[in-house]
């Protein structure tokens, strides 16, 4: 295939984005060689970005639980792809023909597989591209801004860090819920034996923040993991670890929130994720639990706000 004239895509704007649904989440897939992942999409009227190259992803489903599931099932059915780990990345915005902006989520990932060999259901063709050959493709100019401010972060950001604007570098913000019963026990689950992070081990209720606050989010994955009812009005910040997880992880600040109260009963509603919840004396922990939950534990008990991890 010959290199195409640069166009733009009529379909898609950079916009303001709304914070309620629907929505889509892309994947933004690079390898180890500085190559992105782009999918050519079928030349068909009223779809979105019709013949253009652009990323993996669709349009959130009623079942999706989170947008990291909606990218994630996207994946699977449109290229047979389940990658080990996506990290959120950025929110940006989409417009499709006659129809309101649509805020989509980006997800990043690494892949070094062959594109020729995925069993593609949509679109026409994936393959690997470098920033530079971008300039030929046709393609929306927020795909190519998306990819060149990654491919910037990873060319110049210590220990793998993705850096953005003028030295800043991205982080990841997790919220967690301590809640401790009238006997003193801590609130813990037990993670799925699949899960790509601390499989078998035991956890906070927790979640990445997504376009939302931290005790927004808080609020939301307790109703959405166990069914609890938390009220903002009833919750207090207790700790914050600021952790680098290790060479070619971002940055993350992990937020700690104690519920004063609460309403319901601690039940599994996300049997893919969790696999039970109990209430553990924190002197007595199991041996199987994440070590910054252990830490945060100790630190909360301990009345310490702050701590670090991984900075050395």
């Not at 929505?23 to 970005?49: F, K």
């Not at 020729?116 to 470098?130: D, I, N």
Request: glycine letters at 10%; a negative charge.
């Amino acid at each position: 295939m010959g290199p195409a004239e640069p166009a733009s895509c009529v379909c898609a704007d950079t916009v303001a984005v709304r914070d309620e649904e629907p929505g889509i989440a892309s994947a933004l897939i690079h390898n180890g060689g500085g190559e992105y992942l782009l999918h050519l999409r079928d030349d068909i009227p009223g779809i979105r970005e019709p013949g253009c190259w652009s990323l993996l992803g669709g349009a959130r489903e009623p079942g999706d639980r989170s947008w990291e599931d909606t990218v994630r099932r996207e994946l699977r059915e449109e290229a047979g792809l389940d990658l080990p780990a996506l990290e959120p990345f950025a929110v940006t915005g989409a417009v499709e023909e006659g129809s309101a902006p649509a805020s989509v989520r980006v997800y990043v990932g690494q892949w070094d597989g062959d594109p020729a060999r995925l069993p593609l259901t949509e679109g026409v063709m994936l393959r690997w591209f470098r920033p530079d050959d971008m300039d030929r493709l046709r393609m929306h100019p927020t795909t190519r801004d998306l990819v060149r401010t990654h491919a910037t972060g990873r060319a110049t950001a210590p220990s793998g860090a993705v850096r953005h604007g003028a030295g800043a570098v991205r982080h990841l913000v997790g919220a967690h819920l301590y809640l401790e019963d009238p006997a003193g026990r801590v609130l813990l689950g037990l993670r799925h034996h699949s899960a790509v992070f601390a499989p078998n081990t035991w956890h906070f209720l927790a979640g990445h923040c997504e376009q939302e606050s931290a005790v927004s989010c808080l609020v939301r994955e307790a109703e959405e993991e166990a069914g609890l009812g938390v009220d903002p009005r009833d919750v207090e910040f207790v700790h914050a670890l600021h952790q680098l997880p290790g060479p070619g992880r971002w940055p993350r600040l992990q937020l700690v929130f104690r519920a004063r109260a609460w309403t319901g009963v601690p039940e599994v509603r996300e049997p893919d994720k969790c696999l039970g919840w109990r209430w553990f004396d924190p002197a007595a922990l199991p041996e199987r639990v994440v070590p910054y939950t252990r830490e945060a534990i100790a630190h909360v008990r301990a009345g310490r706000p702050y701590s670090e991890a991984g900075w050395e």
